[in-house]
Every structure is written in C-alpha cells, then in structure tokens.
C-alpha cells in the first residue's frame, strides 16, 4: 500500500505565499508523475500542476507564473510553492502520484487533501 501525505496549507493573504509539500511511502518500486490537484464545494477537482520523474512540468494556465512545482527523487517528495496567492485560488488542495509498486503494479495515490484560504 501507499501512503500520500500532504503539508503546508493554511491561511495566508492575498498577495501572500505558501509552500505545500507531499511525500509518499510504503510499497513504492517507482514513481512517475507527481501532481497537486485542487477542489472547491460543487466544482470539480482540477489539474493545477504535474512533474514527471524527468521534471517535466505542466500548469494550470491560472496559476502560471505564480505557483512553481518541482520534486525530490530521492524522498518520494513533491512541492508547490504558490506565491502572489489570490482569493480565487482557496481550495482543498489533493496530491496524487502515479507509480508502480513491486512486481510492476501500478498504483495511483491521493492524499486526503489540506485546505488553502487565501484573504483580501
């Protein structure tokens, strides 16, 4: 089994920073794409950033040029630093990896998500 573990949230105001980081352990043989998705009531969830293990990366065009990904190989760990933070990006913010455990099973793991608010 894996485990996703996300940090970092909290309340900040607009114009503010925050940097969410997410790690993953348990039966872990590789991992592949890393991303931080986010969700607000009665919306759906949404892509906001990926990475593939190369450092490949892709963004939401409405966090472009604010919100950077990147990762750590070596501790299974990925980051979002989010700066020039808006009201509209308050949301519960999910992290989600994509790998194989041994034996070449695929696996693809959510974190049970940590809120954002950003304030005026």
Not at 49 to 66: F, L, P
Not at 72 to 101: F, I, P
Request: with cysteine.
């Amino acid at each position: 089994q894996v485990q996703v573990v996300e940090s970092g949230g909290g309340l900040v105001q607009a114009g503010g920073s925050l940097r969410l980081s997410c790690a993953a352990s348990g039966s872990i043989f590789y991992i592949n794409a890393m991303g931080w998705y986010r969700q607000v009531p009665g919306k759906q969830r949404e892509l906001v950033a990926s990475i593939t293990r190369a450092g490949s990366t892709s963004y939401a065009d409405s966090v472009k040029g604010r919100f950077t990904i990147s990762r750590d190989n070596a501790k299974s760990t990925v980051y979002l630093q989010m700066n020039s933070l808006k009201r509209e990006d308050t949301a519960v913010y999910y992290c989600n990896v994509d790998g194989h455990r041994p034996l070449s099973q695929p696996f693809s793991s959510w974190g049970q998500g940590t809120q954002v608010t950003v304030s005026s």
